[in-house]
């Protein structure tokens, strides 16, 4: 099932059924109008949803219309948890005194769709793009175990989250976590059950590769799979550790990487980034200094996974830099 | 203006309108069913519910019941985005390696009622209270001013941020922010608007002692006024530098102290405490090392604030460290 969240002026936007080419939509009026709705009810609603998604993938939607991703809000526009760890490897976790599971939490009250701007106060902010995947989460009780807390997952979705280099030292030696260097996050335009993965989900990971173009260049393509130290279970069971976890919560992936990335050898790392960081930290570790700049007014971001069949599964998030409207 | 949240079995349960003597109260039916919803439409939905706090505080109530905190979730049971100052005074910060206005982003999505236990796998992992304040926003625009970002200002509320402190340590190296180590916040009964508080609401500040007692003693009478080092909207401005606040977001103070705390005269301390770690803190500038303990299964915590008049402004969080059920 693949579910999205049109734009309609309000906060929350209005739940609509995506098919599964992502060419046709409906609006799920009648059963639900927002999604949080649905995760609050999954076990009843979602069936209702699934006989929809069923119908319009066989061309028998009674009201069917042609999908546009510029009209997505985020899938969640606002989640009541937002939550991203650090699953792949990483150049920049030598920065890290303590190693093991991270987890960043962050705020939800304003997310962002997969085409609206970001809106920046300055290039020289050092802002950066960060490709990956989320899940949102059902409700998962406070002490589950990683197996249990992978029940949990809903539904899966790529994010871009937008780092702001420049701001991160101040923030890192407070030790409080990530708030001005953390800016709002975009999602793909629509989220899918696990189900649309068919065998490319596998024990709490998605083995696809993640496609990332920076203005138009591809820069990304690491398997999202065999490397994500830290599945999806794994993440939600930290989560839950000393408290229980809400449905409609957020857990992201962080930057997706592959191992070669933290290699010394070059020709190990032919998979290409998803962070700007990232790659500035490989040229510094062969060449002593990063030669990439940072994202510029005008650039643009585009985030895409495509399944075994070659069909996009979430969309694209295809975001451009410009400067914050006064 | 006083509202509460009653339990009704559902998720976000029942905005009420509470009397200002906390004595009675009154459905907000027919105007608002959730509080979030109200902070949504604050400029249509207020004033209805202003008018209904009228009649209930001239006995013109037509279905009004008396008040019980008991029956009470979280004013906002789950909110878009919690985040913690650290606005006053600290021993603690002293662990800091960066001084300056700290912002500890948090998860909203599971906020506990004032009289609601607090559940914790074990004793050792050194459950400690945080008695402050916090304000729920309006929408507040990216790059807001203090001043700007203080009449985004909608509610206030007491908090009681609870930390296991023996798990900051490991949080603290990875430098991402509190996860484990933050559990679920409880809020007071009751959120207030600010003419509630009258002369005692001054430049962001609310100058009146907070009231803190940890099994029926009197631990904390510290003033929240003068001493706070950033008011609400320095707080609030410090969160929207890079990104849109919206509606409902709730900021809090962290645990309320006095400057004397710092001091190292005894005598300079008379007005206590409002977290067990600010206490063990001066215990071993004092003494070489911390002398009392974290709290105990059954130990019960109570949170308090009164106006001029001596009465409790917001109601009393009371709750009471519970084994986590299995």
Sequence with gaps: MKLATYQDGSRDGQLVVVSRDLASAHYATGIASRLQQVLDDWGFLSPQLQDLYDALNQGRGRHTFPFDPLQCMAPLPRAYQWVEGQAYPSL???????????????????????????????????????????????????????????????????????????????????????VQSAPATAFSPVAITLDEL????????????????????????????????????????????????????????GPVANAGVGSKAKTDWPKGYNCIAEKRAMETLHGGQPSTAY????????????GMDGLSLFGAIDQELAPLLR
Tied chains: 1, 2.
């Design 92 to 178: 920049l976790q030598a920065q890290d005194a303590e190693p093991g599971l991270v987890l960043a939490p962050g705020s939800g009250d304003n997310l962002l769709g997969a085409c609206e701007l970001l809106r920046c106060q300055s290039e020289a902010l050092d802002v950066d793009f960060g490709a990956g995947l989320a899940a949102i989460t059902a409700d998962v009780p406070q002490g589950s175990t990683p197996a249990q807390a992978l029940d949990g997952v809903r539904l899966l979705l790529l994010s871009n989250s937008v780092r702001l280099r420049s701001l991160e030292p101040v923030e890192r030696a407070k030790g409080a976590g990530w």
């Design 295 to 306: 994202l510029q007014f005008g650039d643009t971001v585009r985030i895409e996974m495509k």
């Design 198 to 253: 068919g065998d490319a989900w596998d024990k709490g990971r998605v083995h696809l590769p993640l496609h990332t173009s920076w203005n138009g260049r591809k820069v990304g393509m690491c398997d999202a799979g065999p490397e994500m130290q830290y599945h999806f279970g794994q993440l939600i069971a930290q989560l839950c550790a000393t408290r229980h976890v809400r449905a409609g919560s957020i857990v992201g992936s």
